[in-house]
């Protein structure tokens, strides 16, 4: 099957062009002037943007958070992830302390496979470390996840200083890429056990039991055992300004560090949780919590000038039913933000169209890089001859208003709920085929494995 789009911007991290795109079968056949293809289906995209698929890195689909599981599963989440531009998630196998990363990863296998709407990749947690766990790396990398996750806090994923510093040797050894989940654990808890000595329990004390401090304290902490390993790491879900020049200190010192940050922290305040209503409040409840407007406009200055590489979701969605577990305690609303569904347009709408990024810099935020650092470029996060046939077809003219009505993440609120865009995603293709046309998925679980390699930023 044939599919020609004629007329429109193709997009790239270096640049726009006003060329044809040729799909051809799962591929891009050609891209260049005044194409023609005898039978192809010509589309007109004059007026429109072509970019990349977009590549979530930082999804969370069925998994056990505080006693109970994410709303969204493979099924539900991949569904949004697609109506949302993206073409691939990776998301993060946990095994639990004590299991074998194989035992993780078939876990993590089962609840995708045959269930995915869009391609999709996992990252492994390291959450213990032992001899097997070691051994184990290099045939993560041989199955195609080449990148891994260690946390700094939650009792049940956290690695210590003397495993943590192993590991990132061991996975330097390996040419595997680490995520770090970067907060101080042990004074989190002071601050939390000083709320509780004073009932202060509701959502207001969770931002303020993890401040900015304790983030950057965090990330420096890391980048300094980095720095005696000798190794790369990319720092997940950064939020705050303080946090950035902290990575900033370690480039001038000369080390290679990457950033993600996610949408919640570029468009939404830590005012909500003096929201007196406590659901108003607790649906916003994440870790890092949502930061000041200073914070955001930093981070917002970094993705423009290219000090932040990756904008993905940390999609880990609660519905309301779930968050009311921590009516009495805000230490046990369940953590995370729903998100898959609607970052390309919120990322357009404020930072494109609000003058603060280039579709370029949007290009390699949502797609390119993520592409790069988690190996799996060209295939995926370029529109160019050979690679993959994924593509968003964003029509800036097609202005919208984001609300959980016409949603289809599986949870029962958004945390955008009246966002005007500035356009919507008119059309994505997956692997050549029209996945999603005006909102609507036309796929099933079409989504495969990707194997990935080493990283290439
Ligand atoms: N933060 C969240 O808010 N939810 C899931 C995991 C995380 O790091
Ligand atoms: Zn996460």
């Given amino acids: 099957m044939k599919t020609l789009l004629k007329g429109g911007q193709v997009v790239s991290g270096s640049g726009t062009a006003a060329v044809d795109v040729l799909l051809d079968g799962e591929t891009i056949a050609a ?28 999804t969370h689909f069925d998994l ?22 993206t073409t691939t998630v990776i998301d993060f196998a946990a095994p ?19 269930r995915c709407a869009c391609d999709y990749g996992f990252h492994m947690t390291i959450d213990d470390w032992n001899e097997g766990i070691s051994r184990e790396i290099g045939e993560m990398m041989e199955e195609g996840i080449p990148s891994f996750k260690m946390y700094m806090t939650y009792p049940a994923m956290m690695l210590g200083e003397e495993d943590m510093y192993f590991a990132l040797k061991r996975l330097k050894e390996a040419g595997g890429l680490t995520g770090v989940h970067c907060e101080n654990h042990g004074i989190i808890d002071a601050l939390i056990a000083e709320k509780k000595a004073v009932g202060a329990m509701n959502p207001s004390s969770h931002p303020r039991t993890r401040p900015n401090g304790l983030e950057a304290e965090a990330v420096s902490h890391l980048l300094r055992l980095a720095e005696q390993v000798d190794t790369p790491v990319i720092i997940v879900h950064l939020s ?36 007196p209503d406590f659901m108003e409040a607790a649906k916003y409840v994440c870790a890092p919590p949502l930061r000041t407007v200073a914070d955001q406009e930093a981070l917002w200055l970094a993705l423009g000038s290219g000090e932040i590489q990756t904008v993905s ?12 577990a921590g009516r009495y305690d805000f230490t046990k609303i369940p953590g995370g933000l729903p998100g898959v569904e609607t970052r390309g347009v919120l990322l357009y709408t404020a930072g494109v169209a609000a003058g603060r990024i280039t579709v370029s810099d949007l290009c390699r935020v949502l797609s390119e890089n993520a592409a790069k650092l988690y190996g799996c470029w060209p295939r995926k996060g370029v529109i160019a001859p050979g690679s993959d046939a994924d593509l968003v077809v964003y029509d800036p003219a097609a202005d919208a208003t984001i609300t959980a009505a016409n949603q289809i ?7 955008y709920e009246g966002f005007e865009t500035k356009g919507s995603i008119a059309r994505v293709y997956l692997r050549g085929r029209l996945a999603v046309n005006h909102g609507e998925v036309l796929v099933g679980n079409s989504g495969q494995f990707i194997h990935r390699g080493k990283n290439c930023l």
């Fill in 240 to 275: 705050t300004k303080e946090a950035l020049e902290e990575v900033r200190a370690a480039r001038n010192r000369g080390q290679t560090v990457y950033v993600e940050t996610c949408p919640q922290y570029l468009l939404l305040d830590d005012s909500v949780y003096d929201n």
């Fill in 64 to 85: 056990e958070v505080a006693g109970t599981i994410t709303a969204d599963d493979f099924i539900t989440g991949s569904r949004a992830a697609l109506r949302g531009g």
């Fill in 409 to 415: 993440q599986n949870v029962d609120y958004n945390p």
């Fill in 96 to 114: 639990d302390k004590g299991e074998s990363l194989h035992a993780g990863l078939r876990r993590w296998q089962k609840k995708a496979d045959g």
């Fill in 313 to 324: 979701t940390d999609h880990c969605s609660f519905t309301t039913a779930q968050k009311r």
């Fill in 31 to 58: 891209v260049g002037p005044n194409l023609s293809a005898d039978g192809a289906e010509v589309v007109d995209c004059a007026g429109k943007l072509l970019f990349p698929g977009f590549i979530d890195a930082h």
